[in-house]
């Protein structure tokens, strides 16, 4: 599986906007670009997942640079409860089902 | 509801012995997977079954042994526990097809081995 880079950490205040990058420049054509979070003391949840057009969904929308090398995940107003660590994750259609975790990104928000 | 189900949630135990964690999903998914997170937050996939047939073990030790009983159900014995296997175990759980779909994690259980 390709890998990916995210920053270790990341801060963001209330009720603004965050931008979570991640870049993946040896993602392959059949990479799909996942995101999951993991809320402190409990299991990683899904957030988003994309190939080449962005997406949208009630958590968040996904960002996926032209030549797909990079991707951005968006939450349009942080909350407290958006504090995590996020993941994201290339996953091959053709390949079995598991995560590979990185590091991810944590992020804190502040009141 | 809950989902994905695991107990227990905590276990403190001796080196030595032999401890079984259970999940159970209600979800329908035909596809379940067992993570280990170690003491640096690093979460890794150890097994997965679809259908109760195991199709992934990453090259975990022979003392985890993942059983299978239903496509609700995937348990992990894990015989003469070391040091080492203390860490946060999630469960999973997803539906297979030809689209990827994402998986739906437990709470996690959190294991001390003294």
């Known amino acids: 599986d390709a890998k990916t880079t995210q920053p270790n950490s990341m801060e963001s205040n209330e009720e603004e906007p965050v931008h979570l990058p991640c870049n993946h420049s040896t993602i392959s054509g059949t990479d799909y670009i996942h995101w999951y979070r993991q809320l402190p003391s409990q299991g990683p949840e899904y957030v988003i997942h994309?190939?080449?057009s962005n997406v949208n969904n009630r958590m968040a929308s996904l960002a996926i640079a032209e030549d797909r090398k990079s991707s951005t995940l968006i939450l349009h107003r942080a909350t407290l409860r958006d504090a995590a660590v996020y993941y994201c994750?290339?996953?091959?259609?053709?390949?079995?089902?598991?995560?590979?975790f990185g590091t991810g990104t944590l992020l804190a928000v502040q009141p | 509801d809950t989902a994905v189900s695991q107990t227990p949630k905590y276990l403190v135990t001796q080196m030595g012995n032999d401890k079984s964690i259970k999940c159970e999903q209600n979800l329908g998914h035909d596809t379940m997977y067992w993570y280990k997170q170690d003491s640096k937050k690093f979460l890794k996939i150890m097994f997965s079954?679809?259908?109760?047939?195991?199709?992934i073990n990453e090259t975990v030790p022979n003392r985890f042994s993942p059983k299978s009983p239903d496509k609700a159900h995937l348990n992990l014995h894990i015989n003469s526990l070391e040091l080492g296997d203390s860490a946060v175990y999630f469960c999973a759980s997803s539906q297979s097809g030809s689209i990827i779909r994402e998986q739906y994690f437990g709470p996690g259980t959190r294991l001390t081995v003294t």
């Open positions: 994750i290339l996953r091959d259609r053709g390949a079995t089902n598991k995560l590979i």
């Open positions: 079954y679809n259908n109760k047939e195991l199709i």
């Open positions: 994309g190939l080449t």
